[in-house]
C-alpha cells in the first residue's frame, strides 16, 4: 500500500504537519456534525 | 500503518500495484483514485443523459407518447439526481483529486485511504439509488428537491434517503480530505497566495460542501421519520410545515449550485491564461471572488421560494442579496475577458471550452438575474425558463468546463495528445447542439409551459420539437468524446510533452507526460516566476 511523505507549506516537521491535518479533519468533522443535528433544531422555528 | 510516513520507511512507491484488484479497488493514489472518480462521473453522465434522452422523447411532440406519467416523473427526478451527485460532483472531485495534489506539490491527498472510501461508496450509493426503477413503489418521482407531502407518496424514499445519506458522507469525507491536504500539504514556498486559483476554488468549494450537506441530510432524514416513525415536522396536521423543508433543502440547494460552478471557474482560470500566455488577470480579485459568491451563497437560499408566500421584506431581502451575487462574478467574467486581451491566444479545444463557458454561462446568469426579482419570477416559477436557466449553467457552465479541464489534463495524465481535429469537432457540434436544445426552453418558459410535465399545449409544439433535435444530437456528440478519450488514451502515437501547452505555468507541469504514479516524495522547489499567476505581490 502506498504511503506517503508529509511535508508543509513552512517546512514544517512531519509530526507537526501529522497534528495538522489530525485538527483539521476533528475540527471539520465536529463541524459537518453540529450542522447535521441543528437542522433537526429548525422545527423549534415552526409555531 | 501510520497514514503518514517518511519517505526511507516505504519501498513500494515507484509504481502502480500489480494485479486489477489491488491497483483499483484498495487504491489510496490520488491519481488512481481521480481516475476512478472522472470514469464513474462519465458512467453516470451516459445514464442521466438516456434519462434526458427520454424526456425528449416524450416532448418531442404534443400528446402522450412512449410512457406513462408517473416513469415520466421519475425520470426528471432521476436525471437530475444522477446528474447532480452522480456526474457533475464526482467530475470536479476526480479534477482535483488528480490535480490538487500536484499543483500544491503534495505527495498526495492527505488521507488516502479515507480517499478510497469516498469513492467506493459512490457506486454503491447509485446502484442503490437506480434499483429503486425496478422496485414495485417505483423511484423517487418527486423532483430532485423530494418536497414533502408530494415525496411521502413514493414507495422507495428510504432507498433514496439511504443513497443520498451514502452520497453526503463521501462528498463530506471528500472536502475534509482536500481542506486538509490543502492546508497542511503544501510544498515549502507555495504560500495560500500562490496557489493557482483551481485549488483556490476546490478549497472553497469543500468548506461549503462541509457547511451545507449535513442539513440535506437532516432533511432527508426528517423525510424518513415523518413516513416512517410517525414524526410530524413537515406535516401541518400533526403541527409541522412543510414549507419548513424548502427552507431546509435551499439551505443546501443554493450552495449547492455554487459548489457545481466554483471549480468550474478554477478550470477557467487555468485554462485561459494558459492559452491567452499570459497571467490571470487579478489573482487576488478573482479568489476573493470566489470567496464573496461562495459567502452570498448562504444568504440567497429563499430566492427559489418566492411563489410560497413569503413576507415582503424576506422577499426583498433575498431579491437584493440574490443580485448582489451579479457583482463578483462579474469581477470574474471581466477578469477573464482581461486576461485574453493583447494575450497572444490560440484556439485549441480546451481554449474553445473556456470561451463557450464564458459566453454561455454569461448567458445562464443574466437569465438567473432576470429571476432574482421577485414580480418577475411570479411568472417564471416552475416554467421552462427555470429549465433552461440552469442547463445554461450547468450543461454549458459545469459540464463544458469539465469537458475543457479533460482535455487541458488528459495529456498529463495519458502521456498522449488527443485528436485536436476530433477534439474539435466534438466542440462546434457540442456548442451548436447545446444552443438548440435549451435556447427554444426560454421562449416555452417565458410563453407559459411548466416544467416537469409530460404533455403540454399544442402552441408549444415547434420550440419542443426543436429542442428535441438538439437534445439527441447534443446526447450524440457526446459519444466523440468518448471515442477522443479511448483514443488518447490507449491508441495515440503523438506523445506529449512534460509542459504540454506552451503557455502552461505551474507545478503540475514540472513532472513528466504522463505524471509517474508517485510525484512529489521530495518537497518540490516553488519557483515564483512558473506560477500561473506570476508575481502576484508584484
Given at each position: 500500500m502506498a504511503q506517503q511523505t508529509i511535508h508543509a507549506a513552512t517546512a514544517q516537521p512531519d509530526g507537526k504537519a501529522r497534528r495538522g491535518v489530525r485538527r483539521t479533519v476533528t475540527i471539520l468533522a465536529v463541524v459537518a456534525l453540529a450542522v447535521y443535528l441543528s437542522t433537526f433544531l429548525q422545527i423549534l422555528l415552526v409555531k | 500503518m501510520s497514514y503518514a510516513a517518511t519517505h526511507d520507511q516505504h519501498d513500494d512507491h515507484h509504481g502502480a500495484p500489480k494485479g486489477f484488484f489491488q491497483r483499483w479497488c484498495m487504491s489510496t493514489n490520488h491519481k488512481d483514485i481521480g481516475t476512478l472518480y472522472l470514469i464513474f462521473s462519465l458512467t453516470m453522465l451516459f445514464i442521466g443523459g438516456s434519462f434526458a434522452m427520454l424526456i425528449r422523447a416524450e416532448l418531442f411532440k404534443p400528446g402522450m407518447q412512449l410512457m406513462q406519467p408517473y416513469f415520466f416523473n421519475e425520470m426528471t427526478a432521476m436525471h437530475a439526481l444522477v446528474m447532480i451527485f452522480g456526474a457533475i460532483m464526482p467530475a470536479f472531485v476526480g479534477l482535483g483529486n488528480w490535480m490538487i495534489p500536484l499543483m500544491v506539490g503534495?505527495?498526495?491527498?492527505?488521507l488516502p485511504r479515507m480517499n478510497n472510501l469516498s469513492f467506493w461508496i459512490l457506486p454503491f450509493a447509485f446502484l442503490m439509488l437506480l434499483s429503486t426503477l425496478f422496485l414495485?413503489?417505483?423511484?423517487?418521482?418527486?423532483?430532485?428537491?423530494?418536497?414533502?407531502p408530494l415525496s411521502l407518496q413514493s414507495g422507495s424514499l428510504a432507498y433514496a434517503v439511504f443513497a443520498i445519506h451514502l452520497m453526503g458522507i463521501s462528498s463530506i469525507m471528500g472536502a475534509i480530505n482536500i481542506i486538509a491536504t490543502i492546508l497542511n500539504m503544501r510544498a515549502p514556498g507555495m504560500d495560500l497566495m500562490k496557489m493557482p486559483v483551481f485549488v483556490w476554488s476546490w478549497l472553497i468549494t469543500a468548506f461549503l460542501l462541509i457547511a451545507v450537506m449535513p442539513a440535506l441530510a437532516g432533511a432527508v432524514t426528517m423525510l424518513l421519520t415523518d413516513k416512517y416513525f410517525g414524526t410530524n415536522f413537515f406535516n401541518p396536521g400533526g403541527g409541522?410545515?412543510?414549507?419548513l423543508y424548502q427552507h431546509i433543502f435551499w439551505f443546501f440547494g443554493h450552495p449547492e449550485v455554487y459548489i457545481m460552478i466554483l471549480p468550474a471557474f478554477g478550470i477557467i482560470s487555468e485554462i485561459v491564461p494558459t492559452f491567452a500566455r499570459k497571467p490571470i488577470f487579478g489573482y487576488k480579485a478573482m479568489v476573493f471572488a470566489i470567496a464573496c459568491i461562495a459567502f452570498l451563497s448562504f444568504i440567497v437560499w429563499a430566492h427559489h421560494m418566492f411563489?410560497?408566500?413569503?413576507?415582503l421584506g424576506a422577499e426583498i431581502f433575498f431579491m437584493y442579496a440574490t443580485m448582489l451575487i451579479s457583482v463578483p462574478t462579474g469581477v470574474k467574467v471581466f477578469n477573464w475577458v482581461a486576461t485574453m486581451w493583447g494575450g497572444s491566444m490560440t484556439f485549441e479545444t480546451p481554449m474553445l471550452f473556456a470561451i463557450a463557458f464564458i459566453i454561455l454561462f454569461t448567458i445562464g446568469g443574466f437569465s438567473g438575474l432576470m429571476m432574482a426579482l421577485v414580480p418577475a419570477d411570479f411568472q417564471y416559477h416552475d416554467t421552462y425558463f427555470i429549465v433552461a436557466h440552469f442547463h445554461y449553467v450547468l450543461v454549458s457552465g459545469a459540464l463544458f468546463a469539465i469537458i475543457g479541464a479533460a482535455y487541458y489534463w488528459m495529456p498529463k495524465w495519458t502521456g498522449n495528445m488527443y485528436s485536436e481535429f476530433w477534439g474539435k469537432v466534438h466542440f462546434w457540434n457540442s456548442v451548436i447542439w447545446v444552443n438548440v436544445l435549451f435556447f427554444p426552453q426560454h421562449f416555452l418558459g417565458l410563453a407559459g409551459m411548466p416544467r416537469r410535465i409530460p404533455d403540454y399545449n399544442v402552441a408549444f409544439a415547434n420550440f419542443n420539437m426543436i429542442s428535441s433535435i438538439g437534445g439527441f444530437l447534443f446526447g450524440a456528440t457526446q459519444l466523440i468524446f468518448v471515442g477522443v478519450l479511448i483514443h488518447c488514451a490507449f491508441f495515440s502515437k503523438k506523445k506529449a510533452t512534460d509542459r504540454v501547452w506552451e503557455g502552461a505555468k505551474g507545478l503540475?507541469?514540472?513532472?513528466?507526460s504522463p505524471a509517474?504514479?508517485?510525484?512529489f516524495e521530495v518537497p518540490p522547489v516553488v519557483n515564483d516566476d512558473e506560477l500561473a499567476h506570476g508575481h502576484v505581490n508584484d
Open positions: - | 503534495a505527495p498526495d491527498m492527505a414495485p413503489g417505483g423511484g423517487p418521482a418527486g423532483g430532485w428537491t423530494m418536497y414533502p409541522g410545515d412543510p414549507v411563489a410560497v408566500g413569503l413576507p503540475e507541469w514540472t513532472i513528466p509517474p504514479h508517485h510525484t
